[in-house]
């Protein structure tokens, strides 16, 4: 009887390594993250008229108003792929990013409530919120693959079938970035309220810096040797962007010396966002 009690047993303790995540805890709670990120978006769109989709009237609205400032007025160019393609392909990579970030980032404030009440692994609800931005962007990717069909058909796109497989580790890659920063931002945001208001802007002046409605083709001419283009291309969202763009739609710059330079940035930001998460999730609570 003692054995079996024993086995049921749990520790819960506030202290821990600064690098330990508990993993394997976690894998324990994943039926309760899958819970978290069906939640996530249930009530995202729960009280809404058309519901789910506005996955689909969003992105659309978005691309056609980009189409119209940027490839009309502006007359950026789009490397020879459709305008509507071009944008609406950038618009889904990027709020898939954007969301896994912003939504980490008020994690720890949002979610005080359950947080104080009931023990579980304080990580299920950083990763819940990267998979339901995930799901999300799976779902605006059909309407992707629909423009992209057509046009593949028409001959005016030619995807790198060959480099498909670069796609799941840009979703990786960029899931963890947006995971990194989101746990820094939020563990920070426990005491520095001021923080949380300015996230929305930054991510909003974060895109315009990476090549999400222009491509870095256009960087070539007048900003080839200026500090705009290499700040632009040592942005470390830009190597992934470009990736996706490079298999998706056949037009891209790959430049491996970046891409390295955007997983060794990916580790730092996750190595201190785990430091800092550790390290906040035991008082956050009495600050919070």
Excluded at 231 to 258: C, H, Q, W
Aim: with cysteine; proline share 4%.
């Amino acid at each position: 009887m003692d054995d079996v009690q024993t086995k049921y047993y749990s520790h819960i303790t506030a202290d821990h390594k600064w690098f330990d995540l508990k993993l394997k805890e976690v894998w324990k709670y994943k039926d309760l993250i899958w819970l978290f990120t069906k939640r996530s978006f249930v009530v995202r769109y729960k009280q809404t008229i058309l519901g789910p989709a506005w996955l689909f009237i969003s992105p659309i609205l978005t691309s056609v108003i980009y189409t119209f400032v940027f490839g009309g007025i502006a007359g950026i160019s789009t490397d020879g792929i459709p305008q509507i393609l071009f944008y609406l392909s950038g618009t889904a990579i990027w709020s898939y990013f954007s969301s896994s970030l912003t939504s980490n980032a008020r994690s720890f404030i949002a979610n005080a409530g359950v947080f104080g009440k009931v023990y579980f692994p304080r990580l299920t609800m950083p990763v819940s919120n990267v998979l339901s931005a995930l799901f999300q962007f799976l779902i605006q990717m059909i309407m992707v693959v629909v423009f992209l069909c057509i046009y593949t058909i028409t001959g005016q796109v030619s995807p790198n079938w060959a480099y498909f497989w670069m796609i799941p580790i840009v979703l990786l890659q960029l899931g963890i970035m947006g995971l990194g920063f989101g746990i820094i931002i939020s563990s920070l945001t426990t005491k520095y309220r001021d923080l949380s208001i300015l996230v929305g802007f930054g991510v909003s002046l974060w895109m315009y810096a990476t090549p999400i409605v222009y491509p870095l083709s256009q960087l070539e001419g007048r900003f080839s040797n200026s500090i705009l283009r290499t700040l632009i291309k040592l942005n470390p969202v830009t190597s992934p962007v470009e990736m996706f763009r490079f298999a998706l739609l056949g037009k891209g710059n790959i430049d491996i010396f970046y891409i390295l330079g955007s997983w060794l940035f990916t580790f730092i930001v996750l190595l201190f966002g785990i430091i800092l998460f550790n390290k906040v999730e035991r008082t956050f609570m009495d600050t919070v």
